[in-house]
């Protein structure tokens, strides 16, 4: 009985699992950066918390407490940051060592809302959130979370801007099923880590050939041009010489 072939799934489609599980560790990467960020600010030595649940009609009746709750809604690429070209990596020397695939950014939109207490409570609340928020352009390094840290560069954040006319808002609310209340649009841009990166070879920097005589063991190392035209004789039919020729290539890195 012939046994089974393993299945293996295409390039492409390993790929693309590859690119899925690095944005959901990105989001949960951002989503731990931004409450570290509003439970330093906004939060600071309050118990409010905040929670990143979809805010139903169900989830408000059984909402313990005030709470912050952003709710990510809508993920985008950010096309406008697209790069496409892949990243050299160099070592201390300048020289490269490895490849970087390209950069892809994501814009992650939230929905801040307050919940808890009175509408005055969370007026106050809410108001705070703004506060923290108004004037910070990306999420301070210190509240950076998980593999963001290691790729290095700035997450984006903006805050209650202008709707934007070429695109209308979506009726969130009504997909909610709840009435609409005061609330706040977060975006934050945030870069797809990428993996390690692959590595490449040292450059070809030297070619040496020996010519060796058989006859008394006697070697020369000559330079490329010559070498060459060694080689062919080496390797033409036998003209009765007793020499033999090795031909061999340095990387120095």
Known sequence: MQSASPFR??????????????????????DASLRSLLRATALHGSTVDVVFDSPT???????????????????????TRRQNDWEDVRNDEGRI???????????????????????????????????????????????????LVDEGLPVFLTVALPA???NPPTDLWGALGIAPRPALDLVVTAPL????????AVPVRERVITIADRT???????????????????LAPSTGTASAATHSVRRRG
Do not use: C, F
Request: hydrophobic share 40%; glycine share 4%; no cysteine.
């Open 9 to 30: 799934l295409p390039a492409s489609a390993l790929r693309a699992l590859s690119i899925r599980a690095s944005l959901v560790a990105m989001i949960a990467d951002v």
């Open 57 to 79: 009609k169900q989830w408000s009746e059984h909402v313990a407490g005030s709470v912050v709750d952003a709710y990510l809604w809508e993920v985008r690429e950010d096309v």
């Open 97 to 147: 060592v490895g490849r970087r695939p390209p950069l892809h950014r994501y814009r992650l939109r939230y929905l801040l809302t307050a919940w808890g207490g009175t509408p005055s409570d969370e007026h106050r609340l809410l108001s705070s959130v703004l506060a923290s928020l108004a004037d910070q352009q990306a999420i301070p390094a210190d509240h950076i979370s998980g593999d």
């Open 164 to 166: 934007d006319r070429d």
């Open 193 to 200: 880590p990428r993996p390690v990166p692959a590595t490449v």
């Open 216 to 234: 008394n063991g006697a070697s020369e190392v000559v330079p490329t041009k010559v070498a060459d035209e060694r080689r062919r004789e080496a």
